[in-house]
C-alpha cells in the first residue's frame, strides 16, 4: 500500500460548487496531516494542517477519520483562484513528510 | 514575510556534468529538506538535514547526490554526475520544527534540463 494515496481527479466544477478530496494513509502511527496547494509549475504552500480530528479555516473544512486512516478536504463556494493541484501531506516512516500524488481542482464559471 | 530562496531558478547542463543547487532557508529554521518532483509526477522526498548532518535520505539520493551547509546560511544540492532523468524541478524547504509538528515552508524551485 502506499503511503498516501490520493483520487488524481481532475474535479470540474462550477463556481459556487462545494467539492471534496479523500486521501488514505497507511502509517497508523502518524499524529499529523496537511494539505498543501500547488499551483501550476509552481512551489507547493501549506493550505491547512489537521492535528486532530479536523479544523476549519474559512471556505475549508478538513477532516480527520484516524479508525479508517483517511483525510478529507471540503471546499465550500468554490472559487476560479481555488483551481489548483491539492496534496495530502503526512508524516512517513522515518523522518520525512510524504507528499500524495495530489488531486487536480478545475473551477469554472 | 521570510522565505526560502533558490539559485538558478533554471539551469540546462549536460549529462555528466556536476550540477550545485542552492538554497538559502529561512534563518531561524532548524531543519532543511530537498525534494524534487519530475514533471507531472508527485512531490518526491530526498533527504534531511538537522544539526548539520543528514536525518534522512531517500532511496533516490544515491551516491551523486551530496548535501552542504557550508555556512550559515546556504544549503546546496550537489548531483556530481548528472543523467537524463534528473530532470526535474528541485525544491528546498525548510522548517523550524521537526517534519511532524511544523510547517514546511518551500522555495521557488529550481528547474534542472539534463540534456
Known sequence: RKEVEQDPGPFNVPEGATVAFNCTYSNSASQSFFWYRQDCRKEPKLLMSVYSSGNEDGRFTAQLNRASQYISLLIRDSKLSDSATYLCVTPGYGNKLVFGAGTILRVKS | ?115
Not at chain 2, 531558478?9 to 524534487?36: A, D, K
Not at chain 2, 508527485?42 to 533516490?60: A, C, G, M, R, T
Open chain 2, 1 to 115: 514575510e521570510p522565505e526560502v530562496t533558490q539559485t538558478p531558478s533554471h539551469q540546462v547542463t549536460q549529462m555528466g556534468q556536476e550540477v550545485i543547487l542552492r538554497c538559502v532557508p529561512i534563518s531561524n529554521h532548524l531543519y532543511f529538506y530537498w525534494y524534487r518532483q519530475i514533471l507531472g509526477q508527485k512531490v518526491e522526498f530526498l533527504v534531511s538535514f538537522y544539526n548539520n548532518e543528514i536525518s534522512e535520505k531517500s532511496e533516490i539520493f544515491d551516491d551523486q547526490f551530496s548535501v552542504e551547509r557550508p555556512d550559515g546560511s546556504n544549503f546546496t544540492l550537489k548531483i556530481r554526475s548528472t543523467k537524463l532523468e534528473d530532470s526535474a524541478m528541485y525544491f528546498c524547504a525548510s522548517s523550524i520544527r521537526d517534519r511532524g509538528l511544523g510547517e514546511l515552508f518551500f522555495g521557488e524551485g529550481s528547474r534542472l534540463t539534463v540534456l
